[in-house]
């Protein structure tokens, strides 16, 4: 959904709505004024889809451009989220591309392989959609296990041993039952690495829809750096 398409009234109306001290605005509210109550009454968790998209140019006139430049932003994206993990170790951050369709998934995946061989990193795509805890971890670790704790310590010790980027493609659409304490996990993995002094030079990047991450906002967003231009990619 692109927010520049909301009208006026209706961003006022869902600001009010969100808006406990809404009178402390001063209304009428513009249009980007209004943007800005929905995004604060949300925790800053929608700055990039909210915020952003009333700036960002109209998607029909990104195509173009996007021919040449398609992975500048990601690239620039994610070498700083690398970069800012590696200088104050603590609070490190996991990668969260989120999307609205399969189409946008799907150019999500070849974006972020290109941006990755730009950074010279390595890396390993892993589709969880219909998988199990433990199909996950035997496709991420490339080996089989017997129990699903056997594989997630595996996957735990190539987190914090390698420099191997991976790519969690659709964790919301795994066959598990609490995909986001699974995926609590792993990222927790890289946030308390540093309880144990190391810096990992690995990371996990989840490819995945937004309605997953907002969903579990609370349970996972703290620990997540979030890319804004994947909500208004051109399908």
Not at 61 to 78: A, G, R
Request: hydrophobic share 40%; with cysteine; net charge neutral.
């Amino acid at each position: 959904m692109n927010l520049k398409n909301i009208t006026l009234d209706d961003v006022k109306v869902l600001s009010k709505r969100l808006c406990e001290n809404v009178n402390k605005e001063q209304l009428p509210l513009t249009h980007s004024k209004a943007l800005n109550v929905i995004s604060s009454m949300l925790g800053y968790r929608n700055y990039n889809t909210l915020r952003a998209q009333h700036t960002a140019p109209d998607p029909a006139e990104l195509i173009d451009e996007k021919q040449n430049k398609s992975n500048e932003k990601l690239v620039s994206f994610l070498s700083h989220v690398f970069t800012l993990n590696t200088q104050f170790q603590t609070n490190m951050q996991c990668v969260y591309l989120p999307a609205f369709s399969e189409s946008q998934i799907e150019l999500l995946e070849k974006s972020t392989s290109e941006a990755l061989n730009i950074l010279n990193r390595n890396f390993v795509f892993v589709d969880a959609r219909d998988k199990s805890a433990l199909a996950i971890c035997e496709s991420i670790a490339n080996s089989s296990f017997r129990t699903v704790h056997n594989g997630f310590t595996a996957v735990k010790e190539m987190i914090m041993n390698t420099d191997i980027i991976i790519i969690l493609i659709g964790i919301s659409k795994a066959n598990m039952a609490r995909k986001e304490g699974f995926t609590r996990g792993l990222i927790k993995t890289i946030d308390d690495a540093h309880f144990k002094n190391v810096i990992p030079e690995s990371n996990i990047i989840f490819i995945d829809y937004a309605s997953f991450l907002e969903k579990n906002w609370d349970y996972i967003g703290p620990y997540l750096s979030v890319f804004g231009r994947s909500y208004y990619m051109p399908s």
